[in-house]
């Protein structure tokens, strides 16, 4: 339980991260590349782009001790929870659309994941 509980908590700051650095990119416009001065003082004090990497410091340090504890063949798929997470984040932070064809796709992908768990 302890070890799902890492699983979940990990994958949860990876789709936080997704969502935050989608949020990063949507607030205001950037510089263009050939501008790097101004392009790099836009990235560098974008509040969500910082929480977003925070969040993937976090999920990267979670997933090390999933990785101590989990075969990969079992670990790995179990990153697919983010899916999930990221689309349901989606739909009510950012306004995202779900269709069924891409509900049904997660469901399907989810559902892998669950046979491959058994099996750990």
């Known amino acids: 339980m302890a070890t799902f509980a890492l699983v979940a908590t990990?994958?949860?700051?990876?789709a936080f991260a997704q969502i935050v650095l989608r949020k990063a990119m949507t607030v205001g416009i950037l510089?263009?590349?050939q501008h790097s001065l101004a392009l790099a003082w836009a990235l560098g004090?974008?509040?969500?782009?910082w929480a977003g990497m925070a969040c993937y410091a976090l999920s990267i340090g979670l997933?090390?001790?999933?990785l101590g504890r989990l075969e990969v063949s079992v670990a790995y798929p179990m990153l697919s929870m983010g899916?999930?997470?990221a689309a349901v984040i989606g739909v009510f932070w950012l306004g995202e659309q779900v269709g069924l064809e891409r509900a049904s796709g997660i469901a399907l992908i989810c559902a892998g994941v669950f046979v491959i768990?058994?099996?750990a």
Request: avoid cysteine.
């Open 10 to 14: 990990s994958v949860t700051f990876n």
């Open 31 to 33: 510089p263009p590349v």
């Open 45 to 49: 004090t974008n509040v969500w782009l």
């Open 63 to 66: 997933w090390l001790a999933v």
């Open 83 to 85: 899916y999930i997470l």
């Open 117 to 119: 768990g058994r099996t």
